[in-house]
């Protein structure tokens, strides 16, 4: 398998080097050259296998001969062996219609942590005996941080410096990052939001001094093999609910468009799938952009559902290039523009593109509240607040008869302030991290320029040999 930048100007790679890459040299994302296909039939033999059984057949034309099969099997194996499920990502059914896909059963409670978990390893198994050393350098509204540091703490051959907004995440979110006191993990609060975090992130990248002196590596959704890994659960959720005689609409809860677009690769490959269903809190850029062409840039507002609260979302730009015809230097030409004004409007190829699967929603506090209030009241279910987002988007979708999957992204417990606020249950940690509010935290606060930031990092990391 090749893949190549959305923005058409940088070195075709194979599965080891886009995992290793990160950004592309051009500032692009990379993709695969071509998406590859299961058919019904291949669809239908993933009935009745495990999750890392379906997970290696899912990702083997992905990783290509960048691993040996039962390298990726034992991997599977591996990553997916810590998860608190035997069915790792388990189906809940709410009602007749409606379903929960719970993603946050990994060991730092969120989605991150299905497709972080075997990132760390395959950092590992192509790092490994090559005397290469990578800097990673990440930005996280909550989620992304925990579920990456958990992954690579103590890693030979990797230091982690990890980006989150001051202030702008849970407390229990923070704590699941800043109580990893290992020496390769380098948590940073950065005084802005996280798209100053994001924009510092690529800005490394582009900096070719920069970037070329530390080796720089991300745990980010730019990274491809997040996604590929995220493609996995759309089909087995989807075989488990009738794939592929039967098609089903997924409800996503979306700040960076990666989970949605890994939706969007399955249903590339085969996966039958009615409607993706975008849904966004109050920073709603992605709404504006799929319900009338609108890419713009607000101002930040912080909600209860912090990890959502994103405007410049990354992953838009591989949909962007996919639905708009793989055109990569007219995609560049618009991304500098955008880059620019902040500020861009759809193409009709990519409007008409994106809305032949995609349709999307913007759900409020009160929406919100009342969301979790259903899943209770109606199901026994707490759920977190991205959750509720993507479940009261589904509620209201029409998307005919096709049963309605939402992501379950995180864990209530999480987020128990806003739980308690919308059902009056408090959510408990689970009893592994019982003890999270005991712990030792170790974080430095910076303000949210590149200079502070790469000044920081570049005192601390490993230059490349
Ligand atoms: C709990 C939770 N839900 C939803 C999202 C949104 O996912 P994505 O950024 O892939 O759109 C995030 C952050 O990424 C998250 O942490
Ligand atoms: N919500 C994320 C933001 C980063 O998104 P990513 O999927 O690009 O890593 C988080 O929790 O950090």
Not at 118 to 144: P, Q, W
Not at 234 to 242: C, K, M, T
Not at 326 to 331: E, I, P, Q, S
Request: with cysteine; proline share 5%.
């Amino acid at each position: 398998m090749r893949y190549v930048s959305t923005r058409g100007n940088a070195p075709v790679l194979d599965f080891e080097g886009v995992t290793l890459a990160g950004l592309a040299a051009d500032g692009g994302l990379y993709l695969p050259e071509q998406w590859p296909a299961l058919s019904a039939d291949a669809i239908r033999d993933l009935r009745g296998l495990t999750y890392a059984e379906t997970a290696a057949e899912v990702m083997a034309p992905f990783v290509g001969d960048s691993l040996t099969r039962d390298e990726l099997t034992a991997l599977c194996d591996q990553a997916y062996g810590r998860f608190a499920h035997d069915a790792v990502t388990p189906l809940v059914q709410l009602d007749h219609r409606q379903w929960l896909l719970e993603l946050f059963h990994g060991p730092t409670l969120a989605f991150k942590d299905v497709a972080l978990q075997l990132l760390g390893l395959l950092f590992e198994r192509f790092l490994t005996g090559k005397n290469r050393h990578l800097t990673i350098i990440g930005a996280t509204s909550g989620d992304t941080g925990s579920a990456a540091i958990d992954a690579l703490a103590g890693r030979e051959h990797i230091d982690v410096f990890m980006l989150h907004p001051a202030g702008r995440v849970s407390d229990v979110q923070r704590r699941q990052m800043t109580t990893v006191l290992a020496p390769n993990i380098h948590n940073i609060a950065i005084q802005g939001s996280f798209d100053d975090a994001q924009a510092m992130v690529k800005a490394a990248f582009n900096d070719k001094d920069f970037a070329t002196r530390f080796r720089l590596g991300a745990v980010n959704s730019i990274n491809w093999a997040r996604l590929m890994a995220q493609v996995v659960y759309y089909f087995y959720a989807a075989v488990r609910l009738g794939a592929p005689e039967r098609r089903i609409a997924f409800a996503v809860p979306t700040g960076n468009f990666g989970d949605v677009f890994a939706g969007y690769v399955a249903a590339k490959m085969g996966l039958p799938i009615a409607k993706l269903i975008v849904a966004t809190n109050v920073n709603d850029i992605l709404h504006r952009a799929l319900s009338a062409g609108d890419y713009s840039v607000g101002g930040v507002t912080p909600t209860p559902s912090p990890s959502m609260d994103i405007q410049v979302s990354s992953n838009f730009e591989r949909l962007l290039f996919d639905v708009g015809g793989r055109d990569g230097a007219a995609l560049a030409e618009q991304m500098r523009g955008f880059e620019a004004s902040k500020a861009m409007r759809l193409t009709n190829a990519q409007t008409e593109g994106a809305a032949a699967l995609f349709t999307s929603d913007r759900v409020d506090l009160d929406e919100m509240a009342i969301a979790m209030r259903w899943a209770c009241d109606h199901a026994g279910e707490i759920i977190d607040p991205h959750t509720a987002i993507g479940l009261a988007a589904a509620r209201r979708a029409d998307v005919g008869d096709a049963p309605v999957v939402t992501l379950a992204t995180a864990h209530p417990a999480k987020f128990p302030d806003a739980v308690e606020r919308a059902t009056g249950a408090r959510p408990a940690l689970p009893g592994r991290i019982g003890d999270l509010f005991d712990r030792e935290e170790r974080y430095t606060t910076l303000p949210a320029t590149f200079e502070a930031v790469t000044a920081y990092i570049a005192e601390r990391a490993t230059p490349a040999s």
